[in-house]
């Protein structure tokens, strides 16, 4: 079965650094795809940026970009340049076929 | 307009309590979830439908019984609701399957049973 696996449960950083989140995950399929979600006190979930494994290239979406090692099983979200709207959950999800598994989260705090 | 839309937002019941949580999603998708976010905000997907039938249906106590009326509609209905049900839950949707496809989320319906 598939396990995704993020074992910073907090991270802080202050305004305007650069913080790294880690994640790491499990899967014997070799085509998927893998995200981060964030999550706000809101509580609505936002998707941050998509990768697919098939794709060597490592996604960007403004601030944020992701360093994929597929042989590794890891896909960190690196964000830049952090502003206080940046504190929230983050969770990294696999999907292959019919569902999208979390990771159990990463707490960001972000200090002025 | 909303995406995904749930209610109620918040409820609060009491244990043995029957209570429905209803989802509508405006995107065209055919493919509808129940996510369960516990108190160590862990998610765990419940069921999914796709075009109205039973795609997933985890390890869920039959407590819990999904009906989705039409490709568009997703409902969730809990009998004799226990203290361990209490959470956050969302609903979910995306064209096909989770595979390739995005999710987009509900805002979220926290069950508080006392």
């Known amino acids: 079965a598939q396990t995704v696996t993020q074992s910073q449960p907090e991270m802080s950083v202050q305004e305007a650094e650069t913080v790294t989140l880690s994640c790491t995950y499990d899967?014997?399929?070799?085509?998927?795809?893998l995200f981060w979600y964030k999550q706000p006190p809101s509580r609505q979930m936002i998707l941050v940026i998509r990768q697919e494994a098939y794709k060597q290239q490592n996604a960007t979406e403004n601030r944020f970009s992701v360093n994929f090692q597929k042989a590794a099983k890891s896909f960190s979200l690196k964000i830049s340049d952090s502003q206080l709207g940046d504190a929230a959950m983050y969770f990294c999800?696999?999907?292959?076929?019919?569902?999208?598994?979390f990771g159990t989260g990463t707490r960001l705090q972000v200090f002025p | 307009d909303t995406a995904v839309s749930q209610t109620p937002k918040y409820l609060v019941t009491q244990m043995g309590n029957d209570k429905s949580i209803k989802c509508e999603q405006n995107l065209g998708h055919d493919t509808m979830y129940w996510y369960k976010q516990d108190s160590k905000k862990f998610l765990k997907i419940m069921f999914s439908?796709?075009?109205?039938?039973?795609?997933i249906n985890e390890t869920v106590p039959n407590r819990f019984s999904p009906k989705s009326p039409d490709k568009a509609h997703l409902n969730l209905h809990i009998n004799s609701l226990e203290l361990g049900d209490s959470a956050v839950y969302f609903c979910?949707?995306?064209?096909?399957?989770?595979?390739?496809?995005?999710?987009?989320f509900g805002a979220g319906s926290r069950l508080t049973v006392l």
């Open positions: 439908y796709n075009n109205k039938e039973l795609i």
């Open positions: 899967t014997s399929e070799s085509d998927y795809y």
């Open positions: 979910a949707s995306s064209q096909g399957g989770a595979g390739a496809n995005v999710l987009t």
């Open positions: 999800a696999y999907s292959n076929t019919d569902k999208l598994i």
